[in-house]
């Protein structure tokens, strides 16, 4: 690893003081004592994992890169994405996994977006300068039971495990690349639990304390045919990754001029 081309970028953190970080969706009132996440800012070395390409496991590091067959360009049209490219992304997942079934349940749209988010929407949001997973014990099996209710409690009852699938639309990444985490130089206590704060409903997902331990990667220039498989979940405990760090991060080596990013990021099921 200390041979792999790498950069040195600055990544957040969460501070671990004993209180779960939280994060408001909405204005909360005035006398609420805010803990966000995110404000351990450190420095660490991010490597380049293209010559380990094929080698890598979701099942240990916790995310894979692969070609990506599909063909479609049609981003900015919400019913293709549903009707075309969803099934692209569950046959990319099946093939990768060997998952019997695949569900995709939602999808978003990243770009560099302007500090004050008006134009965030529900499929269009900024990239996540922020490290965490996208599940924890709980909201995993919960979102299981969110999405398909009547077969829920049955398809919990074997293995299911969550993949984000993340691919550039149109042109390859030249800034605002994604850094995933070794999996195992993860430690349990690493993940903090952060709760998700809505109006009608509190969410959790992970976000993670610093440990000189972690051992960061990333693809630079991805090409718009390449596809990063990320496990976000897995139900088995027999010593499989299941929960894997990654965050965006502001890479020091982008030069001026450099193409804004804009990634899709589609979140599935997998049941085995």
């Not at 985490?181 to 509190?202: F, H, I, N």
Request: with cysteine; charged share 30%.
């Amino acid at each position: 690893m200390s041979s792999l081309p790498k950069v040195r970028a600055t990544l957040n953190y969460t501070v671990d003081n004993g209180v779960a970080p939280d994060y408001y969706f909405y204005e909360p009132d005035p006398g609420v004592k805010l803990n966000p996440p995110g404000t351990d800012l450190r420095e660490v070395d991010i490597h380049d994992a293209w010559s380990l390409r094929d080698r890598l496991s979701a099942d240990r590091e916790g995310f894979e890169l692969h070609d990506f067959a599909g063909r479609f360009d049609q981003f900015d049209d919400e019913a293709s994405i549903r009707s075309v490219f969803y099934p692209q992304v569950v046959e990319f997942v099946k093939r990768h996994t060997g998952a019997k079934r695949v569900e995709v349940f939602d999808h978003t749209i990243r770009k560099r977006l302007p500090a004050d988010l008006k134009q965030q929407t529900e499929v269009q949001r900024p990239a996540v300068l922020l490290v965490h997973s996208d599940y924890t014990p709980r909201s995993g099996p919960q979102r299981v039971r969110d999405i398909v209710p009547d077969e829920a409690e049955a398809l919990l009852q074997r293995r299911v495990a969550f993949f984000n699938v993340w691919k550039p639309l149109y042109r390859q990444v030249e800034e605002l690349p994604l850094a995933m985490c070794d999996a195992r130089t993860e430690e349990p206590g690493d993940l903090l639990l952060m709760e998700l704060k809505y109006r009608e409903r509190t969410g959790e997902i992970y976000v993670m304390r610093y440990s000189p331990r972690h051992v960061w990667y990333y693809f630079p220039q991805m090409q718009a045919r390449h596809a990063l498989l990320l496990k976000t979940y897995d139900s088995e405990t027999d010593g499989r990754a299941r929960f894997m760090g990654h965050s965006a991060f502001e890479d020091p080596t982008t030069p001026p001029g450099a193409m804004k990013r804009e990634s899709i990021e589609l979140r599935t099921m997998a049941f085995f």
